[in-house]
Each structure stands twice: as structure tokens, then as C-alpha cells.
Nanobody, 128 residues
């Protein structure tokens, strides 16, 4: 059974940092792209970042470049999202997802429909 479990969310003050984790199981971890997405209240889900299969490439939403970093630990089957200089506008539920179609992870990180399996999400709240 494919499972993705996010953790690491919480409440942080503006300017602070958080590291989210996405622990994957039930599939060959390195074979598929993993993406991070977020959804703020009343807004559509949006792409944040992704790492391609074989972990060759990483992509970010333009507005988040320089503040967010995606990384992977294949030994732990885990993808991380390091978030720095957080702003109240970063408040959202953050999800990770696996792309089994191998077309979802690209410079267009919003290819949400290409992702096949999703975690339950972790809440990030940034206070001003």
C-alpha cells in the first residue's frame, strides 16, 4: 500500500523556519517524483516544489525560490522541505504527493492532476 505521511508542521513566528518531512512507503522510493503542495483557507491548492525521479532535478514555485529548499534522504525514504524566513502568507496545509506518471515534476510545479498519491497534510501557521 502506497503511503505518504507528512510531519513537521506547527506554529511559528514570521521570519522563523520549519522543516517538513514526507515519509514514503509502499513503492520504490527513488523511481517516482515527489512534490510538495499547499492549500490556504479559501484558496486553491498550489504547487510549492518537487524533486524528480532518481532525484536528478528540483523545481520551485517562482515566488518561493530562495526561501524553500527540497531535499531527499533515500536511505530513509523521506523528502524534506526546509522553509526559511516564513511569512504569514505561507500559512497553509502542506501536502506531499507521489507522481507515478513521471510527468508531474517540472518547472511547472502546479501540475497537481499528475500526482497519484497524497498524504494527509500538515498544518503550518505563521504568525505576524
Amino acid at each position: 500500500e502506497v503511503q505518504l505521511v507528512e510531519s513537521g508542521g506547527g506554529l511559528v513566528q514570521a521570519g522563523g523556519s520549519l522543516r517538513l518531512s514526507c515519509a514514503a512507503s509502499g513503492f520504490t522510493f527513488d523511481d517516482y517524483a515527489i512534490g510538495w503542495f499547499r492549500q490556504a483557507p479559501g484558496k486553491e491548492r498550489e504547487g510549492v516544489s518537487c524533486v524528480s525521479s532518481r532525484r536528478r532535478n528540483t523545481y520551485y514555485a517562482d515566488s518561493l525560490k530562495g526561501r524553500f529548499t527540497i531535499s531527499s534522504d533515500n536511505a530513509k525514504n523521506t523528502i524534506y522541505l526546509e522553509m526559511n524566513d516564513l511569512k504569514p502568507g505561507d500559512t497553509a496545509v502542506y501536502y506531499c504527493a507521489a507522481d507515478f506518471s513521471l510527468v508531474g515534476c517540472s518547472a511547472d510545479v502546479n501540475r497537481i492532476a499528475d500526482y497519484d498519491y497524497w498524504g494527509q497534510g500538515t498544518q503550518v501557521t505563521v504568525s505576524s
